[in-house]
């Protein structure tokens, strides 16, 4: 847990550089970011801004190339391949734009399926994890049901509960609307805005302002770059121009 | 016409597309249909396809039927018999083995040939191309020396020459007259090696006389039926004339036929001996084969799954279901005709390693070849398996919605196919335990075979077979002057630490066997023992261990009191709690002849397996080759070295040829080498197993392999996502092992009871080892969970190395 006052991420002239043959794209450069426990902040910016990369590198699915992270209050951009994965499967849930439902396994199964990779985690206590998970996002009564025959709206309902079964410190929502049509997309945001009042910390990545209005907070990117609001719709204009 | 030729194009360019595909798919087929079609090769010829006689079906036979149901060869006088009571036979032939030697040219030859009845190839329906064949009037007493030579002998040995028919050769130092020439293609499976035939010339008068070669158990009797005549009838008839003796064929107590005569077709006969091995055989191979149809079919299950985005697009282009079926059939077809083709070459190969390979016993060795029927068999199962591994993914493909192609996201993975392919690849696993069962089994009887102590000491040892020929060597003293006097020269050669004559060798398909008169029980004639006529200094160059008593001398030459020496065995079933040394015997021709003198038992020595290893007939007793009633002039020389036994081989010739250079020396081999052959049958099968077995091994292996590489290929979004949500790579390497190792414990679970039904077909093959032996069957379940685990490794390691980055990346 984090101390009071202590960012949950705490992320420090972060850059990211992607070698592809004899080229070098900057895909970060000198992010600075910081997000509070409990905050709901939304990263938004044109496509290939870096926001992906962003929130791949906060949910240690990438590594940074320079820069700091730690996450509550641990230096986290140098660890082994083993210990990142203990802490995103303990720290970290993922909401992903498609979903990624395993169609092979139910809907509980997907529930169930980051903590089976938590050592010595009873198989009650998974159940009663699963069922709350389940239970927050209205999906408790499709339990047996396969991702397939569910609508995208729930499929990614029950991609939330994934996401909260582990308890983790930070929600990370990649697109999550992306694939919904607005009904469905705006009740996955109220489960979102729900969460949030609950108490979690949600980093979300759209390019839809409307759901960007949602969060507390907007960090807009620009060519690898965290800036301000005005600085964003002037360097758009530009690029328009 | 038109949409077959298309389809072919376009199966031709799908094939050169995927080269590695093709390739594999190729060579695995190749292997499956070449193994099978070399093994048909072999088998066909003695189990299924007619004798190479006219009329093949009517040729019986005929042996005398033993006290316990054993086939034993006949005696002349009960040829003679049967030949003149016969109602049932046309024609009725006696032959037996001879070697003769070719002298007078550079190196002295031996040949094997057959001195036969006048009758002999008029039974088997064939005649001389040059010449004639034998009339009843060459067969008598002192008959003409003359002989029918083989084409190959011919063409060999005397250029092909037009002329030979009246020319004189020169046999064992006997001027005979060739009369005729055999077809080239005549097969004579009775005999496969021999080269030349002359008429058996016995005396039908010395009838009433019973110590005569005439009333010796040694002639294999063959006979064709008459037209219309069945085997049951034959055997009726057969019967009666073996039941009702009559006064003008008298018959002495070991020729009586009061068991009968045992009637069985040539066919059966020849195949008899081996026919458990070649099934087993057989047997395996098509499980081999249908491994290798497993493999491809599993190969292109995957390749379809690949092509649903092609098969999406035909389907929306208007192409009915069945023309995708009849396309994906023709691929397979195109596959297995290529696959053929390259097998028809692996099939070449094979049979040349199999003649290479096969047994002495394996009967029509010749015949192994690849022809017309081999060929259309070969065509036949080309075509089946084309049918076969093209039918499951065509029909998958049919059944396919074949708008998955275009769905992707959280839908079930498109996986039907992996569930046939995991189902697939468990009966490989099933079938490659059945064969490595078969050929641990196998294995484990060999090894308890050559753990049995043969009762001499094998290493080291040299042999060969020294045949006397010519006239200057009718007289015993002669012989055996010639005899010491080679083995004297052998004995100064460098590294020969001990050197001696036998007239037998044990495990080189010598059997010999003498009556043995007891002075104690003098009216028991029954008695019979392997024996040996040896020269001083046999048991040591054998070492042959003394128990009791003494070995043979130099004292033991002819004037001297005969001593004999028994196997242990022997001794202790004939005096059993007594002391065998002292005790008198009458041996061989002696029997029944109260002015020859007993022999004394003078030693014990350990028993010797002759026959082969697995047999435990050890009555023998030794006698010196001067103290027999005659020298053989065919004795086989053991020769113990201090080094390397084979390197001595030209030396020992050299020196034996410095006695006299027209001397034959043939079946020249180290007594290692006769250990190993002796077992020949089951050696020969375990290689064949083990070939086998390690195919099955390899493809169920790459079987294994190719599903979970196809699955982690498939579920790389999946596992991507496992990892982000925390998986470690252990996790997903236990993941895809416990996959794969599933498969194979499903596998090893049905193969099993598999194996335990298939090694019923083995347990004449066995020896010394249940059909259910645990050890066998845990070290193969071993060996298959390793290879698995290697199988399952490279795919594991590689779902484990998956970046989860790769989960976001289909966003």
Redesign the interface.
């Known amino acids: 847990m984090t101390e009071a006052g202590q960012p949950l991420i705490q992320i420090q002239d972060l850059t990211k550089v992607f070698y592809t043959d004899e080229i070098e794209t900057h895909a970060l450069s000198g992010v600075h970011l910081s997000i509070a426990k409990g905050e709901y902040v939304a990263m938004s910016g044109p496509s290939g801004c870096g926001k992906s990369t962003l929130l791949s590198i906060i949910g240690l699915l990438d590594t940074p190339t320079e820069g700091k992270y730690s996450l509550n209050g641990k230096t986290v951009e140098n660890l082994d391949f083993a210990e990142r994965s203990r802490i995103r499967n303990q720290e970290i849930g993922f909401i992903f734009q498609s979903f990624n439902l395993i169609g092979d396994l139910t809907v509980y199964e997907n529930v169930e399926l980051p903590l089976t990779y938590r050592q010595r985690m009873p198989a009650p206590d998974r159940k009663k994890r699963v069922m709350e998970a389940l239970e927050r996002v209205g999906m408790a009564h499709r339990v047996r049901h396969y991702p397939s025959q569910l609508s995208g709206g729930q499929q990614q309902r029950v991609a939330v509960a994934r996401a909260l079964g582990g308890k983790p410190s930070i929600l990370l929502a990649d697109e999550p609307t992306g694939n919904l049509d607005s009904r469905n997309g705006e009740a996955v945001m109220e489960l979102l805005q729900n969460l949030h009042r609950e108490g979690a910390t949600i980093c979300m990545v759209t390019h839809d302002p409307r759901f960007a209005k949602h969060a507390q907070r907007e960090v807009h990117l620009f060519d690898g770059k965290v800036v301000a609001e005005e600085e964003l719709k002037k360097l758009m204009a530009d690029v328009h121009a | 016409m038109n949409g077959l030729v298309q389809d072919v194009r376009y199966a031709l360019r799908q094939l050169r597309k995927t080269p590695g595909f093709a390739c594999t798919a190729i060579v695995i087929l190749a292997l499956g249909i070449g193994g099978t079609t070399a093994i048909f090769s072999a088998i066909n010829p003695i189990l299924f396809e007619p004798l190479p006689y006219p009329q093949a079906r009517r040729i019986v036979m005929l042996w005398y039927a033993g006290d316990d149901g054993s086939r034993i060869p006949q005696t002349f006088h009960t040829f003679r018999e049967l030949e003149e009571r016969s109602r049932s036979l046309d024609t009725i032939a006696v032959m037996k083995p001879w070697q003769p030697t070719l002298t007078g040219a550079d190196q002295p030859e031996r040949f094997d040939g057959q001195r036969i009845s006048a009758n002999y190839f008029r039974t088997l329906g064939v005649s001389p191309a040059w010449g004639r064949d034998f009339q009843a009037s060459d067969d008598v007493y002192h008959g003409p020396k003359i002989v029918i030579l083989s084409n190959g002998l011919w063409q060999r040995h005397f250029g092909g020459d037009s002329s030979i028919i009246g020319r004189q050769v020169k046999l064992d130092d006997d001027s005979y007259t060739v009369i005729g020439v055999m077809p080239r293609a005549f097969d004579n499976v009775l005999s496969p090696s021999a080269e030349v035939w002359s008429p058996l010339q016995y005396d039908k008068g010395n009838i009433s006389s019973a110590q005569t070669k005439e009333w010796g158990h040694h002639l294999r009797m063959v006979g064709r039926l008459r037209a219309g005549i069945s085997m049951a009838q034959a055997r009726n008839d057969l019967g009666w004339i073996a039941h009702t003796p009559l006064p003008e064929f008298p018959r002495p107590a070991w020729a009586s036929l009061d068991r009968g005569v045992i009637a069985n077709s040539l066919q059966d006969d020849v195949g008899s001996g081996v026919k458990p091995a070649l099934l087993a055989v057989l047997g395996a191979v098509i499980l081999v084969l249908l491994i290798a149809c497993v493999n491809v079919t599993n190969l292109l299950l995957a390749r379809g799954a690949q092509r649903l985005g092609e098969f999406s697009m035909r389907a929306a282009l208007g192409a009915p279901r069945a023309r995708l079926v009849r396309q994906l059939l023709t691929e397979s077809l195109l596959l297995a005709m290529l696959g053929g083709v390259f097998g028809i070459v692996v099939a070449q190969v094979g049979i040349r390693a199999l003649v290479a390979l096969s047994p002495p016993e394996l009967p029509r060795v010749n015949a192994i070849r690849l022809d017309g029927t081999v060929f259309a068999f070969a065509l036949v199962i080309t075509a089946l398996i084309g049918l076969v591994v093209g039918l499951i993914p065509a029909l998958h493909a049919f059944r396919s919605d074949l708008h998955i192609g275009a769905q ?6 498109p ?1 039907g196919h992996q569930l046939t392919r995991r189902t697939l690849v468990v009966s490989e696993v099933a079938i490659a335990l059945v064969l490595l069962v078969s050929a641990g089994l196998l294995l484990r009887s060999l090894q308890r075979l050559f753990a049995i102590d043969p009762g001499f000491d094998a290493s080291h040892v040299l042999t060969m077979q020294v045949q006397e020929s010519g006239h200057q060597y009718d007289a015993d003293s002669v012989r055996a002057r010639f005899f010491t006097q080679a083995l004297e020269a052998v004995r100064q050669v460098s590294g020969v630490t001990a050197a001696a004559f036998t007239s037998q060798l044990p495990l080189s398909g010598d059997f010999e066997t003498y009556g043995v008169q007891f002075e104690l029980d003098p009216n028991d004639n029954s008695e019979a023992a392997l024996r040996y006529a040896v020269s001083p200094g046999y048991f040591e160059a054998m070492r042959i261990p003394l128990l009791r008593g003494r070995l043979l001398d130099e004292h033991d030459v002819t004037g001297a009191p005969q001593a004999v020496v028994f196997s242990e065995s022997f001794a202790k079933r004939k005096f059993p709690g007594q002391d065998p040394l002292g005790k008198r015997v009458r041996i061989g021709p002696d029997i029944g002849h109260a002015d020859r003198p007993w022999a004394a038992i003078v030693g014990v020595v350990g028993d010797v397996k002759q026959a082969s290893l697995a047999l435990s007939q050890s009555d023998a007793f030794y006698t010196a080759t001067t103290q027999w009633s005659w020298v053989d002039n065919v004795q086989s020389l053991v020769i113990r070295t201090s080094g390397d036994a084979a390197a001595l081989a030209p030396a020992i010739r050299k020196a034996i040829w410095s006695v006299d250079r027209n001397q034959a020396i043939v079946r020249v081999a180290t007594m290692d080498n006769l250990l190993v052959n002796s077992e020949g049958e089951r050696h020969f099968v375990l290689i064949l197993f083990e070939a086998f077995g390690l195919a099955a091994l390899v493809l169920a292996a790459t079987g294994i392999y190719g599903v979970l590489s196809g699955s982690v290929t498939e579920r790389t ?2 596992i991507g ?11 997903i390497l236990a993941l895809v092992v416990r996959q794969g190792m599933t498969m194979t414990g499903l596998g090893v679970v049905i193969g099993l009871s598999g194996a335990a039904i298939a090694s019923h077909s083995l347990i004449t093959l066995l020896f010394g080892v249940s059909r259910l032996d645990p050890f066998t069957y845990l070290g193969v379940i071993a060996v298959l969970g390793f290879v698995s685990m290697i199988a399952c490794a490279v795919p594991a390691r590689r779902a484990a190395k998956v970046d ?2 790769v ?2 990346r ?2």
Do not use: F, H, W
């Open positions: 992707q996201s959280s839908g079930r993975t996986g979004r999946e996502l496992r990892t982000a949500l925390g998986a470690t790579p252990v996790d989860p980055m989960a976001l289909y966003e």
